[in-house]
């Protein structure tokens, strides 16, 4: 998201000629973020994710084993307290899919 003004609430990612992430900076204070903003160079990390799950896992089977959660998703048990608990207790990862 196209930063509106300097935000010290949000984090900030400056993408590489290459589209991979050149920088991450996670709620910078205000100093940082008006110049964030002035560059024109940082969005805003906005969380938000449009894609299809399969998609998702399918990425995440390949490129991060290490948090693969296909086989909890398999069982079909994405509502019980084990499986909440084994996403917040997940490696905090950028996950760059096509």
């Known amino acids: 998201m196209q930063p509106t003004r300097p935000e010290t609430g949000y984090g900030y990612i400056r993408a590489s000629e290459n589209c991979t992430i050149a920088e991450f ?11 964030y903003l002035d560059s024109g160079d940082y969005p805003w990390n906005s969380d938000m994710f449009v894609l299809r799950a399969k998609m998702f896992l399918d990425d995440l089977a390949v ?10 998703m398999a069982e079909g048990s994405t509502h019980c ?17 096509r």
């Open 25 to 35: 900076a996670e709620k910078p204070n205000l100093e940082k973020s008006q110049a």
């Open 81 to 97: 307290p084990s499986f909440l608990s084994r996403i917040w207790s997940l490696p905090r990862v950028c996950v760059i899919t």
């Open 63 to 72: 490129y991060r084993e290490d948090v693969f959660l296909g086989d909890v």
